[in-house]
């Protein structure tokens, strides 16, 4: 019986033969296809775990159960009538306006030239007794109402209301009011329009006045008044010319026209 020897080469050993094996290099070639193995096992499982993972997951949760709902029946006779469609409704009622009230034409004279006088009814003192004045003659009754004193108030609170709707004036804008033809022509304007009152002259009475006023959106000049005075009829005066001036070019801001409080001083001296 023939012993049959088999040999394993090892390329290692080929490799290392006559060399220090105890480096270092050696060991690690050797197990080399240990650790290739190893790591090739930990992907396919890593692998296998990521795609199959879900599906195991899935599998193995507890399925909810399903509730199931119970519908109410309702009988027909628990659900409530329905409104009745003649169902009348509330009508609200309107108060009617108050009796008319019995007046006569009755105004307050009034000086005229002689082509604009007419002929005029004037009721007497008797008619005045039973029948109350009023802007026109109308047919009323016993204590009933004067509708156009009425129209006269509304007209006056509306009025009023306007003028609380009035925007306040600024003070300083981005393009502030100017004379239309410029400062030069301003202080000409106030030169040749002002006159020196009597009385200021007499007293010996010299200062400078400041008038405030508002540029509207307009240009139009209002609420002229007199922030510092000196008296003697300089306040008044200087008012007066300040009324008298043309429409100013109106201030703006953000590029459209405000309300502007202007301040000028007008100057009283009396000649040597």
């Known amino acids: 019986m023939s012993n049959q020897l088999s040999y394993k080469i090892d390329i290692n050993e080929i490799i290392f033969t ?3 094996k105890e480096y270092g ?7 080399y296809n240990k650790f290739l193995t190893i790591a090739m096992w930990i992907c396919i499982l890593f692998f296998v775990s990521v795609t199959a993972g879900p599906l195991i997951y899935n599998n193995l949760k507890p399925k909810e159960e399903v509730k199931q709902t119970r519908r109410k029946i309702i009988q027909v006779s628990q659900l409530q009538e329905p409104p009745s469609i003649g169902e009348k409704k509330e009508i609200q009622k309107v108060e009617a306006p108050p ?3 019995s007046t006569i034409a009755f105004l307050p004279p009034v000086v005229k030239p002689d082509e604009q006088v007419s002929s005029e009814y004037i009721p007497t003192v008797e008619e005045l007794k039973n029948v109350d004045p009023g802007s026109k003659t109308q047919q009323g009754v016993e204590g009933g109402v004067d509708y156009s004193l009425l129209e006269v108030q509304e007209s006056v609170e509306e009025k009023v209301v306007k003028e609380e ?4 004036p600024f003070t300083y804008v981005e393009e502030m009011p100017n004379y239309p033809t410029g400062t030069d022509e301003l202080l000409s ?3 040749s329009h002002i006159e020196y009152p009597e009385i200021a002259k007499r007293a010996g009475v010299e200062g400078k006045v400041l008038v405030q006023f ?3 959106k307009s240009g139009e000049i209002t609420e002229v008044q007199v922030l510092k005075g000196i008296g003697a009829g300089c306040d008044e005066e200087a008012v007066r010319v300040c009324r008298m001036m043309p429409r100013w070019k109106p201030g703006r801001q953000n590029g459209k026209p405000v309300r502007v409080k202007m301040v ?4 009283f001296k009396l000649q040597g």
């Open 99 to 101: 009796p008319l009230k």
């Open 189 to 191: 304007f106030i030169s």
């Open 25 to 31: 290099a050696y060991q690690l070639r050797k197990s």
């Open 264 to 267: 000028i001083p007008f100057v």
């Open 214 to 216: 508002v540029v509207e």
């Open 18 to 20: 006559g060399k220090n």
């Open 165 to 168: 709707k009035k925007e306040e």
